[in-house]
């Protein structure tokens, strides 16, 4: 059975090569235990917690305990999966954008409002209703496709799929121009319908 690595477990920790390393500048422990030479020696060079004798003046950096542990060999704390300068950054994806010259609670907002709705693939519709507008600025609901022609089912909704920037500027330009029965974007903000 495996156990989850609680992130907390992940943490710099200054780390120290080990007694009498190549970096050690104190020499071998000295064998009279009694001396001041070895009290000053043993002051240099304390256990860890891995039950390695270091020499803290000879140090390497920080150090992941948690990964080098893990992997069975020394990991710097910039090489840890949980320091924060390595995680992932988030990426926020705009879905849907409701366009409209109306205020928001005006009772015919929904009436003169174009809808930009992500599509997938980077792609979005401007929607009204259920016409899509094309690069013209042209509305058509989609017709019924027979089962068997996907293709042209294909290329009538390629025509009506745009980037972020272009799906946003098009319905931008199409919201001050939309009309429902004979009644414009101006005549909806100047009298409400009942
Ligand atoms: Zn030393
Ligand atoms: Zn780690």
């Known amino acids: 059975m495996t156990t989850p690595v609680s992130t907390t477990d992940h943490k710099p920790e200054p780390w120290y090569e080990e007694a009498e390393g190549d970096r050690c500048p104190h020499g071998p422990e000295p064998e009279d235990d009694t001396t001041d030479a070895w009290d000053t020696w043993q002051e240099r060079h304390q256990w860890s917690p891995q039950d390695v004798r270091i020499c803290l003046d000879a140090p390497i950096g920080d150090h ?6 893990d992997r069975g060999d ?9 320091n924060p300068a390595n995680l992932p950054e988030p990426t926020a994806l705009p879905t849907r954008y409701v366009v409209s010259c109306l205020p928001e609670g005006h009772d015919d907002r929904y009436t003169f409002t174009v809808q930009v709705t992500y599509s997938g693939n980077g792609l979005y519709t401007v929607k009204r209703f259920l016409s899509l507008a094309d690069a013209n600025g042209n509305w058509e609901i989609e017709p019924g496709w027979p089962e068997t022609d996907i293709d042209a089912q294909q290329a009538w909704l390629k025509q009506r799929l745009f980037d972020h920037d272009t799906a946003l500027a098009l319905a931008k330009q199409l919201a001050p121009t939309l009309t429902y029965r004979g009644r414009t974007v101006a005549d909806a903000l100047a009298a409400p319908a009942v």
């Open 74 to 82: 020394l990991v710097p704390w910039a090489d840890c999966p949980n």
């Open 64 to 69: 992941c305990a948690e990964c080098s542990a």
